[in-house]
DNA sequence: CTGAAAGCGCTTACAG
DNA sequence: CTGAAAGCGCTTACAG
């Protein structure tokens, strides 16, 4: 039994297959009666209307794809779910693909959407960099970043405000008294590593403290290089004696190396981390962090291109503000010294 | 400037529409040198192949359904990424769509899914029950479930081996001299508690230990109701020396529940879970689990569908097994008793 | 090897 | 209020 069309509908129900269509449609141009009988009878035999032959003509697929790096990824998980709320209240599906942070998937992935004709298309954590700039301009389709990582300020983007987050973060520790403060960041020349080194700086520099470029380590965001990076803080003639690091992953393996070397958090060291994933508040002992509202932020993304799609042209630029989450892995620094 | 056509194409090539169609599909029917320039032309243009005219007329569209019951679930999203994967080296994509274990949304996406008509649906931890098994078989798509939660069981299916698994974790606190065991369970009825309560049951039955029916108590399957579980559990007579909880979630509570009560683990209690989250490595102390392939079940997943679409019908049930993870979070119980 | 024609399942002016 | 007709962008027998 195959699936019924408007066809066998308006056959059923002896009418056009034209006025099926109106009736399903709720137009006022039909008879209410008739609408009646036609909507009985779509619902009687299952009948579902076919997405593809009506965007075909009215040029509307009710789609928005979603590119993002790595969907097992936490930090994009939750992007992911904001955008599918918002997207899912305004009628429109997500299609979602993975890039891998691979150039060439994302390219494909992007095409991908072209051919399915999303109307409008969301990226997060774009990190493709020069290459894909210029095709995104090119798409005909309406496109919002999250979190974007190009140097370059996309048209319509929304993100959150490293700089000043991470200039808080710092100057919670300073405040704890620390003097000595490293920075674990990312050394893939990440637009947000950059911002967050510089809200450190800055937190120095306001407090006249001084910069200290052996506190900087790089990794790769990911725990295994935050206790690799730690251990080599841990081995300096003059230790830190907190420790700030670009995300939670990274605080995670720094936390890890701390206990492994048989000192205590925040005892002989804090750690602070940013991102507060679910797992922050679930460490031991849990992580000071800066809360980055991602779903709000995927709301806020769709909701930018949900005006972008009903054409409003005006630039979309969202800085949102990360909230300091003080737990237990930062306090004063031990008295032992002047 | 609007979108090139295959008639674009034709004009600019001086062929018919139906020759470019053919030269763009690699057929060997067209003159090598005559696909050669329409292939140039397209590329020039930056044509996009409509899919969903094509999929009009092929009556398949190379798209999968997914149905999550939520997106931000740790759990899911490493599934979801394996399904991704496989799907996209046989050129399908994937549709995601959050159920958040809703049944009106679970029944709105299956239709969204049936209105795009996407070629095959994958059901990650269907929770929906009985309402949704006849809608499922009603369906003209195949369809595999993974880590079903009915009771009754569907034809093409991925699950981990529960009651296997959870025996072997139950045994292995038995071996360690446990003779008190707890089980922290899921109070939803979902299939999966009842064959890890088996499990369990079963290799307490076979060591000849007593069951305890107050060594059982039974959460939602997050971290707070692990914590008040755990609590409750301290709080008996003759509190148990290990506890072996439904799922990571709830051992992260567990966890937490006994440092505050003073305690330690795996000093004074052994704590162990199931799934092997990602955070179970980074819990302190790192958590004794059950592993479950998910990145690979989800490929499995994948790939029974795609020989479904391709028309078996052979019945597809598999039963993965898990792998028992030895972590610090258990060890001998305390030799203050006889 | 190529083209003309029909058709996939809808929507929407246009006429009545 | 309703129907006949054209068309969205493709694919694919059918003829040549």
Redesign the interface.
Known sequence: MK?PTIRDIAQAAQVSHATVSRALRNSSLVKSETTEIIRRIAEES?Y??????R??VTRK?NLIGVVVT?????FV??I??GI??MA?EHAY??????SNADSDRELRVV??F????VDGIIVTSSRVGAVYVPLLS?M?VPIVLVNNQHPAEFTHSVMIANFQASREITRHLIQLGHKRIAYIGDKSGYQSDTDRFGGYRSALDESDLPFTPEYVVHGDSK?ESGRIATEHLLRLAQPPTAIFCYNDMTA?GA??AI?TGGLCVPGDLSVAGFDDL??AQ???PPLTTIRQPR?EMGRLAMETLLKLMNGSTSEQNFQVPGELIIRQSTAPPKATEP
Chains 1, 2 share one sequence.
């Open positions: 699936r299952g579902r209307p076919s997405a593809a032959a965007s075909l697929t790595n969907i097992a990824d936490p998980a939750e992911v779910s599918e709320e899912d599906s997500v299609y979602l693909a993975n095409r991908g072209e051919e399915r004709s090119q005909r725990p995670l936390l890890k206990r679910f797992l679930y460490t031991e779903h």
